[in-house]
């Protein structure tokens, strides 16, 4: 198995501003990926996030909006950008190892955007 | 297209009941995987299991069982002598093999009652 972390694991933000979302395995993974949870609904995929590519979008979503790197195999990050009340949701990173048999989940980090 | 359809909304049950979470899926992909999840009201994914299109053996854990049918599509969770501790919102998800994204039903929110 693998642990995953996230940080923040929450934070309040002002409109307009922008954060940045950390997500660390604590083994090295073949794919990750972030969801976002909004209040009372389901998971969504943002987008799938691999090593030594850019990261790919979900319809609805959009690089200027969730800039993401994965500068290793351990590593990922996400930044909400431009924030609005809209975006206060729950943001998860998960992660795949290729040949494993599920698929891993941070705690999620609570956003809530004023 | 994958889609995930959890029709059951919320359910409520009385402790020792037994209860059956529905999941229907759709996919195009003849390798795909099924997962059941569990999300406790403190917000963290906890996986319950994963299930490839190739293994329609139903499988038993404790309490928990699950009935795969491929002929209907169907991914079904039961619970065998609810307890209070099971209450929770309780998601399908499937992946399909070629990008490992995953997708996520809407869940079924599951209160047991003392």
């Known amino acids: 198995s693998a642990v995953i972390s996230q940080k923040p694991s929450r934070d309040i933000c002002q409109r307009g501003t922008s954060l940045t979302i950390q997500c660390q395995v604590d083994?090295?993974?073949?794919?990750m990926f972030w969801y976002r949870q909004q209040p009372g609904q389901s998971l969504t995929l943002i987008a799938t996030?691999?090593?030594?590519?850019?990261?790919?979008?979900e319809s609805g979503f959009v690089i200027d909006k969730f800039p993401i790197s994965r500068p290793n195999l351990t590593f990922s990050t996400l930044t909400v950008s431009n924030m609005s009340p809209e975006d206060s949701s729950i943001y998860l990173c998960?992660?795949?190892?290729?040949?494993?048999?599920?698929?891993?989940f941070g705690p999620g980090t609570r956003l809530t955007v004023l | 297209a994958q889609k995930v359809t959890q029709a059951q909304t919320e359910i409520s049950v009385v402790e020792k009941e037994d209860v059956t979470l529905d999941c229907v899926y759709e996919?195009?992909?003849?390798?795909?995987?099924l997962f059941w999840y569990k999300q406790p009201p403190s917000g963290e994914l906890v996986f319950l299991i994963r299930?490839?299109?190739?293994?329609?053996q139903n499988e038993i854990s404790g309490r928990y069982s699950w009935n795969f049918q491929k002929s209907t599509s169907s991914f079904n969770f039961t619970i065998t002598a609810s307890q209070v501790v099971d209450s929770a919102v309780y998601f399908c998800?499937?992946?399909?093999?070629?990008?490992?994204?995953?997708?996520f039903g809407a869940g079924t929110r599951l209160t047991v009652k003392p």
């Open positions: 996030a691999n090593q030594g590519s850019e990261a790919t979008y």
């Open positions: 998800a499937l992946s399909e093999a070629k990008d490992n994204d995953m997708r």
């Open positions: 996919t195009r992909d003849t390798t795909y995987y």
């Open positions: 299930r490839n299109s190739f293994d329609e």
């Open positions: 998960s992660a795949w190892r290729l040949g494993g048999n599920e698929q891993f």
């Open positions: 083994s090295q993974v073949t794919m």
